[in-house]
């Protein structure tokens, strides 16, 4: 009589890990498609930061050029210009770097939380 009292609070308790495990799973695998979207925002703005690059550079030195900062253009040399396309390139380099820490940080958590249930489950079993 006493297994039968167990079993349910057993079956409560695995339950509980599988909705928390669910939800976390969840939650993770939102958190990564957001990553992965920022991720690939930050791409195209590099890829288009370079091909701006690569058509100043066919322009002489003489040239003016408007640099865009909010909803303004204002005038500056080619140097700046050339200068300033790189360091966002960087930025977005740093910042994409950043988001892949994250997104492995939340596939290890997932696998963790996956791990740490797997092994709740066979205390649980080794116990009946």
Do not use: C, W
Not at 13 to 23: H, T, Y
Not at 90 to 103: G, M, R, V, W
């Amino acid at each position: 009589m006493s297994t039968a009292v167990l079993h349910p609070n057993v079956d409560l308790e695995l339950k509980k890990a599988f909705e928390d495990l669910q939800v976390k799973m969840l939650t993770n695998r939102n958190q990564m498609k957001v990553i992965g979207a920022q991720v690939d925002q930050l791409k195209r703005q590099i890829q288009h930061a370079k091909l701006t690059e690569s058509e100043l550079n066919q322009l002489e030195k003489s040239v003016p050029m408007y640099e865009g900062i909010g909803r303004m253009f204002v005038l500056s040399d080619k140097d700046k210009v050339m200068k300033n396309l790189d360091t966002k390139a960087k930025n977005y380099e740093t910042k994409i770097q950043s988001l892949e820490k994250s997104k492995e940080y939340l596939e290890k958590s997932l696998k963790d939380s996956e791990q740490s249930l797997r092994e709740l489950i066979s205390v649980k079993q080794g116990k009946k």
